[in-house]
């Protein structure tokens, strides 16, 4: 007999951090006001998950621990979806590291891994921990609706994983403060199949 199961991954990005546009990487900033209201605003009252899954960060978890108690929803916390560490960038703004070479940030974003700040988590590593958290995710909560709270690179990993895109080339997505992707995994005897129903999205019931 043939075995099925149908399972929906809402991924969200966090809103505007205190301190506002930097890269903070690991830098534990938690939601500023803003920050909040677009998270609040992009969710409403939608209530349809049966699992949320956070990075442990305070601008992911805090919004999640929120929604969680909010909905009565289960809550699970997984460090391997914390944002991408950016070694000597790290808490800088784009201003600062632009300062002294004004194409630093558009190399990175056009070649991550020749162009990668100086002693930054490898993407090569970095993508391998979401991407494996991502598969064990699907199959911990296979035939949900599991809504994950993350921030854009691990987005950007998540999709470079179910597309079969190079993770360098990862960093030609945008993905936007509190935006919204949904992925559908179908699985059927041992075989799975992954498709991206909408990026940077609103939800859908």
């Not at 790290?90 to 004004?102: L, M, P």
Request: glycine share 8%; aromatic share 8%; proline share 4%.
């Amino acid at each position: 007999m043939m075995t099925t199961s149908s399972t929906i991954i809402d991924v969200i990005r966090h809103g505007e951090p205190v301190g506002g546009r930097k890269y903070r990487g690991k830098i534990d900033d938690p939601l500023s006001e803003k920050g909040w209201a677009q998270m609040r605003g992009a969710v409403g009252e939608y209530a349809g998950w049966q699992q949320i899954v956070s990075s442990p960060l305070l601008r992911c978890a805090g919004f999640a621990q929120e929604l969680a108690h909010k909905n009565a929803t289960p809550l699970f916390i997984e460090p391997r979806l914390q944002e991408v560490g950016f070694g000597d960038w790290e808490g800088k703004t784009s201003a600062e590291i632009t300062a002294a070479d004004a194409s630093l940030i558009f190399n990175f974003k056009r070649d991550p891994v020749a162009y990668r700040p100086a002693n930054a988590e490898s993407i090569t590593d970095f993508y391998q921990r979401v991407s494996t958290a991502w598969d064990e995710l699907t199959q911990q909560f296979c035939g949900q609706h599991v809504l994950i709270v993350a921030h854009a690179g691990v987005i950007r990993m998540m999709l470079a994983h179910v597309l079969g895109m190079p993770p360098e080339h990862a960093y030609r997505i945008q993905v936007g403060s509190a935006a919204i992707s949904r992925f559908s995994i179908e699985q059927r005897d041992g075989a799975s199949h992954s498709n991206l129903l909408f990026h940077d999205g609103v939800l859908e019931a």
